[in-house]
């Protein structure tokens, strides 16, 4: 199970990065057309998002022990979607064994490390700067 969830979020996170290049390569960010991002399906769909990005980051947040980790989470999932959750997924994924339990991946509480959700943070606001 553990080297199939990983594959999952290799193409999960390669699929996003690879159509947000693309889709930012096609139309700016802000620049979504006003009959677009007022369309009653299209501001359902971004609410069905967050509550989900929301929903993962409480499992995050119970996670991590660190404030400092909680918020960067917090802030990479918010602003990078499924990139971010696929990162922290791939990152706890790969600290077990491809024949440990996936228990230790769902219940290990981590000390709450900075270096990537730092990153996926700094990353994301260089990206709404340029966008």
């Known amino acids: 199970m553990i080297l199939f969830l990983r594959a999952l979020f290799l193409v999960v996170i390669a699929s996003m990065l690879g159509v947000t290049t693309w889709a930012s390569l096609h139309t700016p960010l802000f620049a979504i057309p006003r009959e677009v991002f007022t369309h009653p399906w299209f501001i359902a769909t971004l609410f069905d998002a967050y509550w989900a990005f929301v929903a993962f980051y409480v499992w995050v947040a119970w996670k991590e022990q660190s404030?400092?980790?909680?918020?960067?989470?917090f802030v990479a999932i918010i602003a990078?979607?499924?990139?971010?959750?696929?990162?922290?997924?791939?990152?706890?994924?790969?600290r077990v064994p491809?024949?440990?339990?996936?228990a230790d991946v769902f219940t290990r509480r981590n000390s709450g490390t900075r270096l990537l959700p730092g990153?996926?943070?700094a990353g994301s606001v260089l990206v709404y700067l340029l966008a």
């Open 80 to 94: 990078l979607g499924n990139i971010a959750i696929a990162a922290y997924m791939l990152r706890e994924l790969f």
């Open 98 to 102: 491809p024949t440990g339990p996936l």
């Open 67 to 73: 404030s400092v980790a909680r918020l960067l989470w």
């Open 119 to 121: 990153l996926l943070t």
